[in-house]
């Protein structure tokens, strides 16, 4: 695991940039530092540890005939298949590393290469004679890689912080991107930000040469469900390729532990994968913040060494504005910060850890997967239904006045994610500036628009695995790990766990024919959890049942505290929020929350750490 950096040659100063740009992501990769600079380009990379720990491994690394020169960020699994194909085709290896075996794979099959690929990674070849630049990122997304044209040059890299440093890079702020935000909580678009600067999808590749950037997309998600198997076949199968994908996620030359907390995805993978230490933290000591207890006893269960941390609230606070620093770009997910908590805990006793992101996408596993199951009021006629919810929406706030809202839009109008903070029209509402953001069914029509034949629940998941997933969990996943030098390894994202995931029949997805409890309407990542149960200890089975809680964090709870509400209506009252917001308007979100009339936690929050973002990377624009 790794972070690197490059721009097209432009400037005559470029060692000294690019070793200012590398001490930016010095936290990526803090065991070797490598660079290759001609009048053409500038390569630099930052190395951690993992496959062939030796100096062999550090980047740029080049082929046989020095042409082709490689920055690679990731693991690929499968590597050493693929080395003994391209030995059998003639190529000497130097090294042990996985990285080479993408210079000669690229040498021989050329794009084709990436169909071969198991594995997360983030990588560029330069080819020295054509000037040419290749550039790919994994399936899932699970490494970043951002890009940016400014003027004559081209800036590509792992953290879009690293482009600050180079005299080329226009710092702008992206007002779209602001917009989208305050709907989404992250940014759901390509551009970020930062205005110019851009992020490679998932599953694309690019080149560059000539000064003309193209992209294509090499792979996507195709679900097409096979009803002939029964539901034990479909557990035995995910048992069988869940062990495969788990045992390649271990190849590694250091130590590798597990994330561990109360639900069934990352308990399933601390199970099966057999690592001696499991990684835990909570807050309090109430059981709905606080899966420690837990998690201890699982350990104690597979015979294995729990290392936990409860988290105080000054300790989380205090540490908000390095992690919105880490991000790159405003992240509203509260898990995010006991995210960094749980990494820097691993941290100090390894390199690797694996984690359970991606079984909720796949299998199916969010709540709001059941939402398409079907009541007795989903049957009356759809005029009626969407006649009813227009009336709700201009009624005040009650209970079940969101079900009648909901209730009465096709899925496409209500669904865009699993975070939905705010309408369009109460964002214009409180900004003060116009901005050309896209209307949010603008952004998530062409994934609807792939799989307008499949059920809801599936389109559903599918929007989720190409952007909440992407923009969100896998975010965070990165970021917070390596602001740790930790390598996070997500055994659920694996393409062959995809492959066999996309033909599960939806019944077995999300289900209420197999539920017994009447408080209990419906089972979600059904499937999975038996396959879970069936692969687990006795004793700890009952986690295939249980309520899925991520990383809880009592947001709502502090935010009603005399000290964090002042700490937030400080920000609200602030100079920057009266650039951007009527921060009246922001006040009596909070005033409202705190007085009990409405939970705003996770509007205020994404509202907070905009601001929180915004302080760090323009701090010129606040005084500071």
């Avoid at 097209?8 to 930016?24: Q, R």
């Avoid at 766990?497 to 939806?506: N, R």
């Amino acid at each position: 695991m790794c972070g690197f950096v490059g721009f097209t040659n432009h400037i005559d100063n470029s060692n000294v940039v690019l070793g200012e740009m590398l001490d930016k992501i010095k936290h990526r990769g803090p065991d070797a530092e490598g660079t290759y600079i001609d009048e053409d380009i500038a390569l630099g990379h930052r190395r951690l540890s993992i496959i062939d720990v030796s100096e062999a491994g550090t980047q740029p690394l080049y082929s046989e005939d020095g042409n082709l020169a490689l920055l690679f960020n990731g693991e690929i699994y499968n590597y050493q298949e693929i080395r003994a194909r391209l030995i059998e085709a003639g190529y000497h290896f130097a090294t042990q590393t996985d990285s080479e075996v993408l210079i000669y794979g690229y040498q021989e099959y050329g794009a084709d290469l990436l169909q071969q690929l198991r594995g997360m990674f983030s990588f560029v070849i330069w080819d020295k004679r054509e000037k040419k630049l290749f550039g790919a990122r994994d399936f899932f997304g699970i490494k970043p890689m951002y890009y940016a044209q400014m003027g004559e040059t081209f800036l590509f890299g792992s953290e879009i912080k690293s482009f600050l440093c180079h005299p080329h890079f226009k710092k702008v702020l992206n007002t779209a991107a602001l917009e989208n935000y305050l709907t989404f909580q992250y940014s759901p678009c390509d551009e970020t930000f930062f205005q110019g600067v851009y992020k490679l999808p998932p599953a694309h590749y690019f080149t560059y040469q000539d000064g003309k950037f193209t992209m294509k997309r090499y792979w996507d998600v195709h679900f097409k469900a096979d009803q002939k198997p029964d539901l034990d076949t479909w557990v035995n199968r995910i048992s069988d390729t869940f062990h495969d994908s788990v045992e390649a996620h271990k190849i590694a030359d250091v130590e590798v532990g597990s994330f561990l907390s109360s639900g069934v995805d990352s308990s399933y993978v601390a199970a099966i994968a057999n690592v001696d230490k499991t990684f835990t933290v909570g807050f309090g000591t109430e059981e709905r913040y606080n899966e420690i207890g837990w998690a201890k006893g699982f350990s104690e269960a597979i015979g294995k060494k729990n290392y936990n941390k409860v988290i105080t609230p000054e300790e989380y606070w205090e540490k908000l504005p390095m992690i919105q620093y880490h991000m790159d770009e405003p992240l509203a997910d509260p898990a995010a910060i006991a995210l960094y908590f749980v990494c820097n805990l691993a941290s100090q006793s390894l390199k690797v850890v694996l984690s359970g992101e991606g079984a909720d996408e796949i299998f199916g596993g969010y709540n709001v997967y059941s939402e398409p199951g079907g009541s007795a009021y989903d049957k009356l006629p759809r005029g009626l239904r969407r006649g009813i919810g227009h009336i709700a929406e201009k009624m005040p706030a009650h209970r079940g006045r969101n079900f009648l809202v909901r209730k009465g839009k096709d899925l496409e109008e209500r669904f865009i994610g699993n975070a939905y903070m705010f309408t369009p029209e109460e964002r214009k509402a409180l900004l003060k500036i116009r901005t050309n953001a896209p209307d949010p069914m603008a952004i998530t029509k062409p994934f609807y628009d792939k799989v307008q034949d499949q059920d809801d629940v599936t389109k559903m998941q599918y929007l989720d695995l190409h952007m909440w997933m992407a923009g969100d969990i896998l975010l965070k996943a990165d970021k917070m790990s390596m602001a740790n030098s930790l390598e996070l390894r997500v055994p659920f994202l694996d393409k062959k766990v995809m492959e066999l995931a996309e033909q599960i029949p939806t019944r077995y997805r999300v289900t209420r024919e197999a539920v017994t409890d009447e408080k209990t309407p419906y089972i979600t990542k059904y499937a999975m959890r038996l396959a879970a149960k069936k692969d687990t200890p006795p004793q700890t089975a009952k986690t295939a049942a249980k309520k899925k809680l991520g990383f809880p964090v009592p947001i709502r709870v502090w935010l009603k505290e005399d000290k964090y509400y002042s700490i937030v209506r400080e920000r609200f009252e602030s100079d920057e929020a009266n650039r951007f917001f009527h921060t009246e308007k922001l006040v009596h979100l909070l005033d409202d929350h705190r007085a009990g009339k409405a939970d705003n936690s996770r509007k205020i929050w994404t509202l907070y750490m905009f601001l929180v973002w915004y302080q760090i990377y323009f701090p010129e624009a606040c005084g500071a």
